[in-house]
């Protein structure tokens, strides 16, 4: 009976689209991510120099910007995910469940 319930969600047109759009769209925010990630410790491990040096006249470094998006940014690719996932995502479980009345 389960196998049943397995093989007509899978057979179903909305699942395979939430799969197709969820694993593209979580694929883009990951490599989104890992540049960002990547970059900033780049640039922690190869130019030192250009992290402490200061922004204009004042006692701020580009390191203390160049962090602080790195933490705004992951804020906000999460923020992203989550509303994607609590609206489109979440929509189109609930159809999945009614067409399979799982």
Do not use: C, H
Not at 4 to 24: E, G, I
Not at 25 to 33: D, H, I, K, R, V
Not at 79 to 93: F, K, Q, S
């Amino acid at each position: 009976m389960e196998q049943d319930v397995v093989q007509r969600v899978k057979a179903d047109p909305d699942y395979q689209k939430l799969v197709r759009t969820r694993s593209r769209f979580g694929w883009t925010l990951t490599w989104a991510m890992m540049i960002v990630y990547y970059g900033f410790t780049l640039l922690v491990a190869f130019n030192k120099e250009f992290l402490g040096s200061r922004i204009g006249e004042g006692v701020i470094t580009w390191g203390i910007p160049l962090g602080l998006f790195v933490i705004v940014f992951t804020i906000v690719i999460t923020g992203i995910y989550v509303r994607r996932a609590n609206g489109i995502y979440d929509e189109l479980t609930a159809a999945i469940r009614s067409k399979v009345g799982a």
